[in-house]
């Protein structure tokens, strides 16, 4: 069947170091591959977008990779601060450049000070 | 300015009623959404409309039906609402197919 998995539901790690998250999907070709932050009781807030012909994408401590041979992104954030801990969830556009997104099931990230 | 806002931001009702959510962006994007999140935070598609047509109709329960008056407006309405029905609904916009933005939720419970 169809779908998009993130490596676990929940990641802690210690502040300072690279919190790395995984999204995996299946059955899928994606023209682009999002990474949103949700925070407790409020909406998605989208943070970086890498299209299927990108490699990597930064954006200050953000960076995101994409490999569509092996179907999966990853996406890290180095430098981890408390602040980060939220829940990350990945979307992909499901058939190639249409409006439809699928997301993941998210990630849990606690950074511990 | 809230680029994309929600009403109401919580709604109880008893099962049975008929309710309705609304959504606006002033962003002037042509693509607006209706997402359910569930209790396990999975976030599921319902619908999509591009310049007020409708674009993406998801498996969803014919008692739920998308309105949209004009391009920054769209509205939600369930009908003979169900206990299966509690979860947060998300109104999102986006300009063209790439970043989505939503709005704060609206927390339905159903009793």
């Known amino acids: 069947s169809q779908k998009i998995e993130q490596n676990s539901e929940a990641l802690n790690i210690q502040e300072g170091k690279t919190a790395t998250l995984t999204c995996n999907y299946t059955n899928y070709s994606p023209a682009y591959l999002q990474w949103y932050r949700q925070d407790p009781g409020r909406g998605p807030v989208f943070l970086l977008l890498?299209?299927?012909?990108?490699k990597e994408k930064r954006k200050e401590r953000l960076k995101v990779t994409f490999d569509t041979t092996l179907k999966q992104s990853l996406f890290h954030i180095t430098a981890s601060q408390p602040a980060d801990s939220a829940t990350y969830l990945c979307?992909?556009?499901?058939?190639?450049?249409?409006?439809?997104?699928?997301f993941g099931t998210g990630t849990r990230l606690k950074v511990l000070a | 300015d809230t680029a994309v806002s929600q009403t109401p931001k919580y709604l109880v009702t008893q099962m049975g009623n008929d309710k309705s959510i609304k959504c606006e962006q002033n962003l002037g994007h042509d693509t607006m959404y209706w997402y359910k999140q569930d209790s396990k935070k999975f976030l599921k598609i319902m619908f999509s409309?591009?310049?007020?047509?409708?674009?993406i109709n998801e498996t969803v329960p014919n008692r739920f039906s998308p309105k949209s008056p004009d391009k920054a407006h769209l509205n939600l309405h369930i009908n003979s609402l169900e206990l299966g029905d509690s979860a947060v609904y998300f109104c999102?916009?986006?300009?063209?197919?790439?970043?989505?933005?939503f709005g704060p939720g609206t927390r339905l419970l159903v009793l």
């Open positions: 890498i299209r299927e012909n990108e």
């Open positions: 409309y591009n310049n007020k047509e409708l674009i």
């Open positions: 979307a992909l556009d499901i058939d190639g450049g249409t409006y439809k997104y699928i």
């Open positions: 999102a916009s986006a300009d063209g197919q790439e970043t989505q933005y």
